[in-house]
């Protein structure tokens, strides 16, 4: 089993910037690929990025060039710097980690006000 932890979230104005952190615990050993969705309200839960053991990274085309992820392997956390957000970007992000089965965390609510 592994359990995903998020933090970060909250409310920001158009332009500003946030970082989210996911530490995972448990079985993290196992995890493969760990990274972050998102799902606005009325639509689907969708990819924002996601990135490897090995370090290879896959970003949503709305975010690519404004959203970097990482992973601190020694901390079994994974992080999303966000910069340049607009208020379509405003959704309850998720992480999301694949260790031989999907894990979820709970969510943590970004806002970005015009």
């Known amino acids: 089993q592994v359990q995903l932890m998020e933090s970060g979230g909250g409310l920001v104005q158009a332009g500003g910037s946030l970082r989210l952190s996911c530490a995972a615990s448990?079985?993290?050993?196992?995890?493969?690929?760990i990274g972050w969705y998102r799902q606005a309200p009325g639509k689907q839960r969708e990819l924002v990025a996601t990135i490897t053991t090995a370090g290879s990274t896959n970003y949503a085309e709305s975010v690519k060039g404004r959203f970097t992820i990482s992973r601190d392997n020694g901390k079994n956390t994974v992080y999303l710097q966000m910069n340049s957000l607009t208020p379509e970007d405003t959704a309850v992000y998720y992480c999301y980690a694949w260790a031989r089965v999907e894990f979820w965390g709970q969510g943590t609510q970004v806002t970005v006000s015009s």
């Open positions: 448990g079985s993290s050993f196992s995890i493969n690929l």
